[in-house]
């Protein structure tokens, strides 16, 4: 049965996003209206919109939630409804052309450069200052709630836009792929599926566990990395891309996901937000060279003619984290530190380490 209201539920069905502009007003009014109402689709404004920006972004994500769980209320046939494939069509080409432009990914690419690139991800920097290490080193409790209900948005359909590609495999790269998955899925355990088990962190700290219960707070950075998985998993013409991503992202876990549980352990998190990122430390180690030696080397050897899509998901992945993770420490390193959500989160449980404040210090 499908949920009908409220985001304490697991499995809901999320409601329709506030927009945040002229694209996203276009395409919530049309999904509340009715197929009558697409006309006012204006698919003309796509050109001169911040592919990376905050409306643009926004309805994206609204066009790519139809393929998930759509909305309440929102009639499930506007998945495959021309016009707003049409709109979603013309935004998703400005965003692939920026994120090719950052990507640097041009001419002819051999699978000699995919291997450089992964080698290049493999060594982190000695003196990194990512998101993982502020958080180890001096987070703070309302930081890592903050950041646990921006990554929800990705992390509460963990797998899913990469399940999409599976069809689009075969051979090694699939059944290399399909084993990754099974692990993400929980490997038969509903209990251990990666998605329920964020749920339970977000729950653990006192932070909405509903399925897109964030997305409003949510800004364009962090939209843009989940519509950049959507539209990567839908396409099959980027397949490649899917692979190139899912590895880049399998690579930069795990040690992240070490880092993620010192902090934890640091601020005295309870062992239901510990599990997520202890699961990860090991599962990703191996995913990495899973993804690696058999889903990329699998995918080159069967469709040589893909290394330049392989290196566009690695890079653009790193792109959008370097963007994501720059404005997550702008916010926090502000003096005084503000909010890295649109709208801060409601106070929930104190830090139990030092009893301390649980919300933002200051309010924007
Ligand atoms: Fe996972
Ligand atoms: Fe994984």
Excluded at 47 to 71: I, M, N
Excluded at 142 to 165: G, I, N
Excluded at 198 to 204: H, K, S, V, Y
Excluded at 282 to 289: F, G, L
């Amino acid at each position: 049965m499908i949920v009908q209201e409220g985001h304490e539920v697991r499995g809901a069905v999320p409601v329709l996003p506030e927009p945040r502009g002229p694209l996203s007003q276009a395409v919530v009014e049309v999904l509340r209206g009715g197929p009558q109402s697409r006309t006012a689709l204006p698919v003309r404004a796509v050109a001169s919109a911040d592919p990376y920006g905050e409306d643009l972004q926004l309805a994206l994500h609204t066009c790519f939630e139809l393929h998930y769980r759509g909305f309440i209320g929102v009639d499930p046939d506007w998945e495959w409804d021309p016009g707003l494939l049409g709109l979603r069509g013309a935004m998703e080409a400005g965003f692939l052309a920026a994120l090719r432009a950052d990507a640097c990914v041009s001419g002819a690419v051999g699978t000699a450069e995919v291997a450089q690139v992964l080698e290049e991800m493999l060594v982190e920097p000695v003196d990194a200052a990512g998101v993982s290490h502020h958080l180890r080193e001096a987070g703070q409790w309302w930081q890592v709630r903050e950041y646990a209900a921006l990554r929800s948005v990705y992390h509460l359909k963990e797998a899913d836009p990469h399940a999409w590609v599976i069809p689009r495999l075969w051979g090694r790269a699939k059944a290399a792929l399909v084993a990754v998955e099974f692990d993400e899925f929980g490997g038969g355990r509903p209990e251990m599926v990666h998605a329920t088990l964020f749920a339970d962190l977000l729950e653990e700290m006192g932070v909405d566990s509903g399925y897109g219960a964030h997305v409003d707070a949510a800004p364009a950075v962090m939209l843009a990395t989940v519509n950049m998985m959507s539209m990567f998993g839908l396409r099959r013409s980027l397949r490649g891309a899917l692979v190139g991503h899912f590895a880049a992202a399998e690579i930069t876990t795990a040690p992240a996901a070490r880092r993620m549980t010192q902090a934890l352990e640091r601020l005295g998190a309870g062992p239901r937000a510990m599990l997520f990122y202890t699961e990860h430390i090991e599962a990703d180690a191996v995913h990495e060279q899973v993804l690696r030696r058999e889903v990329i080397g699998g995918l080159l050897a069967d469709e040589p003619g893909l290394a330049g899509d392989v290196v566009l998901g690695l890079r653009a992945t790193g792109r959008l984290e370097e963007r994501l993770e720059a404005h997550l420490l702008r916010c926090w390193g502000a003096r005084p530190a503000r909010s890295a959500l649109r709208h801060p989160l409601e106070d929930g449980p104190p830090e139990r380490r030092s009893g301390g404040r649980s919300g933002v210090p200051t309010r924007w």
